[in-house]
């Protein structure tokens, strides 16, 4: 569904420790209404070249992340981005002589997503190589206005009880000119993309892949960035 995320590094006070900050965070959340989703996972492991060439790929990394459980992101150390199926992962694997997995290079995150409203939010403590230690801690804030019109009923039901309405609860969510707007103007897709528009990439040029990507490159810059030697360790 189409929307906008923002991902940002949450900066650990010297007083706290990550996990301390990351529950401050949540409860904050909480209290404002936001209602626990799932836990999330991403992974991000780089394979550099054994002989790398001047002008050619001289490494590349493979990211995934639970929100997307059937894909792959692959990213040249040009930002490159490659959209794949999860089976890629194994691809590397083949290269062995050509590409070196970099084991200390690689990082994991483990989170938790929360809604609040239209607003999605997820909490993700970053672990490099083997260390159990927390070497950063991610916030990724998006704005999915996917609340399809069908829905409004039960929310209705869910949050007022006390109305009675035999208009809201016989009747149909909306006229079939009004769900005939939204379906032409609004984000709601009427049916899914046909194969043939696949295979020929069209959907691949939406803006909902576009934000995908996006996201992905955003994750990416920051764990370029926790990969470095100068990023300051924080207190897990």
């Known amino acids: 569904m189409p929307g906008a995320s923002r991902v940002v590094i949450v900066p650990i006070p010297k007083s706290q420790t990550a996990t301390q900050t990351v529950n401050g965070l949540i409860k904050r959340c909480e209290l404002l209404g936001a209602v626990e989703l799932y836990p999330t996972k991403i992974e991000s492991s780089v394979y550099r070249s ?83 230690t927390v070497k950063g801690v991610l916030l990724e804030v998006a704005f999915l206005p996917a609340a399809a019109p069908h829905l409004v009923k039960s929310f209705l039901k869910l949050y007022f009880p006390e109305i ?26 009427q049916a899914p993309p046909s194969p043939m528009k696949a295979l020929l990439g069209q959907t691949m040029q939406s803006w909902s892949n576009f934000a995908d990507r996006l996201s992905v490159l955003q994750y990416v ?5 926790l990969r470095s030697p100068t990023c300051p360790p924080v207190s897990s």
């Open 164 to 189: 009675r309405a035999e208009s809201i609860k016989d009747s149909s969510e909306l006229s079939a000119r009004c769900m005939q707007k939204v379906l032409d103007e609004g984000s709601l897709p």
């Open 221 to 225: 810059e920051h764990l370029n960035i």
């Open 50 to 132: 054994v002989a790398a060439k001047q002008g050619l790929c001289s490494s590349f990394q493979v990211f995934t992340n639970s929100d997307y459980p059937a894909s792959c992101f692959i990213i040249s150390d040009k930002d490159q981005i490659l959209t794949c199926d999860l089976a890629f992962r194994e691809f590397p694997g083949l290269l062995r002589g050509v590409y070196e997995y970099e084991q200390k290079l690689q990082v994991r995150g483990i989170g938790k997503k929360y809604r609040l409203g239209d607003f999605t939010m997820n909490f993700v403590s970053l672990y490099l190589g083997q260390s159990p």
